[in-house]
């Protein structure tokens, strides 16, 4: 069974950090790009940062260049989202897929069920 799971969401101030993992079950992440996604209340899903297979070209959002990096570690099959300087406009559930390019929502291949970040006071 193919499977992505995140962890590493909770609850963080406003100018805090967290890391996201986003671990592989069932194959392996290697020639995989992989996206972290998310999705705020009432919004829709909007990429973050997506990571190619190769680890050499990274992509993000507008909105979170400066903050947020995105890594990979091929040999622990997991993908990871640094997060830092959090904001209020920050939270939302954060998932990420994997897909053979990095692709919008709709071309992203297998998910994960995502994992909650908020950030508050």
């Known amino acids: 069974q193919l499977q992505l799971v995140e962890s590493g969401g909770g609850l963080v101030q406003p100018g805090g950090s967290l890391r996201l993992s986003c671990a592989a079950a069932?194959?392996?992440?290697?020639?995989?790009?992989i996206g972290w996604f998310r999705q705020a209340p009432g919004k829709e899903r909007e990429g973050v940062s997506c990571?190619?297979?190769?680890?050499?070209?990274?992509k993000y959002a507008d909105s979170v260049k400066g903050r947020f990096t995105i890594s990979r570690d091929n040999a622990k099959n997991t993908v990871y989202l640094q997060m830092n300087s959090l904001k209020p406009e920050d939270t939302a559930v954060y998932y990420c897929?994997?897909?053979?390019?990095?692709?919008?929502?709709?071309?992203?291949?297998?998910w994960g069920k995502g994992t909650l970040v908020t950030v508050s006071s």
């Open positions: 897929a994997a897909a053979r390019g990095c692709l919008g929502p709709n071309g992203m291949t297998y």
């Open positions: 069932g194959f392996t992440l290697d020639y995989y790009a």
């Open positions: 990571i190619r297979s190769s680890g050499d070209s990274t």
